[in-house]
């Protein structure tokens, strides 16, 4: 797909819904986090492995 300028993009959507997609998670990767980020006080003692759930990270590394 090409890149579209923000003309284009807002054109577009008056006309249809769009699903824009972007390399967040690579830039939340760039932090190098560790188990315990994802985890925070709210989850340390959840049962799973949490690293890689980013949408955690809103409530316990609001920051990143």
């Known amino acids: ?27 939340i990767q760039r932090y190098k986090l560790s188990e315990a980020d994802y985890r925070g006080e709210r989850f340390r003692n959840h049962p799973c492995d949490l690293k890689g759930n980013n949408d955690l990270l809103s409530l316990t590394r609001p920051d990143v």
């Open 1 to 27: 797909m090409t890149k579209k300028s923000g003309k284009e993009i807002a054109s577009l959507l008056k006309e249809r819904v769009l699903v824009l997609d972007g390399a967040m998670g690579t830039m």
